[in-house]
């Protein structure tokens, strides 16, 4: 076989995972816009208060994380022995290696995965920055189903800086009166 030709079946060989990859990649980008739509669902439940529609946010979300995951473990077979094929030796090559390899070589390719890797990275930001507000109502709800714990069961410990009505300054650890089912509170 001349040297040319084992060029061109060597570039063939390399085309297969080049496609495999940007379609790995483009499996991982799915996967993660049904994750974002989830959340916001999830942050739609939360904010009506809707436990079942919050229960079936997180069941869907621990399924799509797990095949986000799967997803990514074959992403990175698929990198690991394209890296190998062009000559790339590293022991955990990256997808920026591959792009920054590419560049200038074949752009086409550089460029598809580029467009790849930068959807995948604002998917990801929009995804942890919706999951911060998610976990912020959670926290601001729990929050307030304690106040209003403390409200009924009379175990305030808001510290009063005023005098009753007998001239005693308020010692705030717990109402003069008892639970209260009805807050004061603006």
Avoid at 47 to 70: C, F, M, P, R, S
Avoid at 97 to 103: C, H, K, N, R, T
Avoid at 140 to 159: D, P, V
């Amino acid at each position: 076989m001349s040297n040319e030709n084992q060029n061109t079946s060597a570039q063939n060989k390399a085309v297969i995972p080049r496609e495999k990859l940007h379609q790995s990649l483009q499996e991982l980008i799915g996967l993660h816009r049904q994750l974002y739509e989830v959340i916001k669902n999830e942050n739609e439940a939360i904010t009506n208060a809707d436990v079942k529609g919050t229960y079936d946010a997180a069941a869907a979300k621990e399924a799509l994380i797990h095949w986000i995951h799967q997803s990514e473990m074959s992403r990175q077979a698929v990198l690991y022995t394209l890296c190998k094929e062009e000559g790339l030796e590293n022991e955990s090559p990256s997808l920026r290696d591959l792009i920054a390899f590419y560049s200038g070589r074949d752009n086409e390719i550089s460029d598809k995965l580029q467009t790849d890797f930068n959807t995948l990275i604002i998917l990801v930001e929009r995804i942890k920055k919706q999951n911060e507000m998610n976990g912020k109502l959670v926290e601001a709800s729990l929050k307030h189903i304690h106040n209003m714990k403390k409200n009924i069961f009379g175990e305030t410990t808001h510290q009063a800086r005023t005098y009753n009505q007998q001239g005693h300054k308020n010692t705030g650890s717990t109402s003069e009166h008892g639970p209260r089912l009805v807050s004061k509170e603006v």
